[in-house]
């Protein structure tokens, strides 16, 4: 009678174990049919990132912060021809913070210090194309340029206020802030803290320089940017903390490695990373490197 009672408890708990087994693979099979929009929105958005500067149009004027206009071209050719579609940062902010929508390849194209070819050689390739180009100005230099009253030269002038004004209401450009005059590797590096400054007076610096920018964006052009790039890429926790105490949304940086965007996690935007593009190699070669396995998925 015991040996009976026994083996039925054995043949219980192995059904047990059966059942428990069946639904652990029935769960296993239903996760593996997760969709790819919901497998993207719970690991990450690709979003490859790239940081261009100067744009001539002589090929000998190359170097490796210059792209000609027809490594440029060429460029957002590569990049349409494989299913990429630049947007602005504030799409990935929207995404990322406030529920919205990205297309299937987002891919930013960033333009730093805010070169006047910027608006000069590139507004007429945007439209044409319909591309959005993230521009990032120092606010000395946009200050200098709006009243030296001098007529603006594409080889070497920075861009106004008008044009900084025109080029927003075209919709092709969107505007970051650079900071007004810590682009500079003197007495700190970028916005680094210097070695002989307390905590506090490092963040008096920071905001006096920073939110100075943000405004005479404001009073310049009636807004103030919400993404922050740093100067030669050099940051720190106390800037980043500064930072967002002033309300940016996103920071860019410049270490060349992906990034991954994920609904819902703000921390996600902040010192992105940026592929530097030299005007001393190819479209072929640089895009290889920046998308990488991302062409064909």
């Known amino acids: 009678m015991f040996k009976t009672i026994k ?36 690991e990450g958005i690709e979003v490859p990132i790239i940081m261009y500067h100067s744009v001539q149009l002589d ?3 190359c170097n490796e912060y ?14 349409k021809q494989n299913n990429f579609t630049p947007v602005f940062m504030n799409d990935l902010i929207r995404y990322v913070n406030y529920n919205g929508e990205l297309p ?3 891919i930013v194209l960033t333009f730093d210090d805010g070169f006047y070819n910027n608006y000069e050689y590139m507004i007429g390739l945007l439209k044409k194309e319909k591309v959005k180009a993230v521009i990032s100005v120092v606010g000395s230099y946009t200050i200098n340029a709006s009243e030296s009253g001098d007529v603006p030269s594409a080889a070497y002038s920075y861009l106004r206020w008008c044009d900084i004004n025109e080029m927003r209401e075209s919709g092709y450009y969107e505007f970051c802030n650079h900071s007004y005059d810590m682009h500079k590797l ?24 920073i939110d100075g920018l943000q405004k ?15 100067p030669y890429g050099f940051n720190s926790e106390a800037s980043e903390e500064t930072l967002k105490a002033l309300g940016f949304e996103a920071t860019l940086g410049v ?3 992906p990034n991954y965007i994920v609904k819902g996690c703000s921390e996600c935007l902040y010192r992105l990373n940026r592929y530097n593009r030299s005007g001393l190699t190819d479209t072929e070669s640089f895009m290889k490197v920046v998308l990488g396995n991302s062409e064909n998925s």
């Not at 769960?27 to 929105?41: I, L, P, R, Y």
């Open 7 to 42: 083996l039925s408890k054995l043949l219980v708990a192995v059904l047990a174990m059966l059942v428990l087994s069946a639904g652990a693979f029935t769960c296993f099979s239903g996760k593996a049919q997760v969709n790819k929009e919901e497998k993207s929105a719970r």
């Open 59 to 61: 090929p000998d004027k």
């Open 66 to 79: 210059t792209v000609t206009l027809d490594q440029l071209e060429s460029d957002i050719e590569y990049i």
């Open 104 to 106: 299937d390849k987002p």
């Open 186 to 209: 003197e007495d700190r590096k970028g916005v680094l803290k210097r070695s002989d400054e307390s905590p506090d007076a490092y963040r008096h610096a920071l905001i006096t320089d």
């Open 216 to 230: 005479l964006f404001e009073t310049n052009c009636d807004f103030r940017p919400n993404v922050f790039t740093y």
């Open 255 to 257: 270490e060349e490695k």
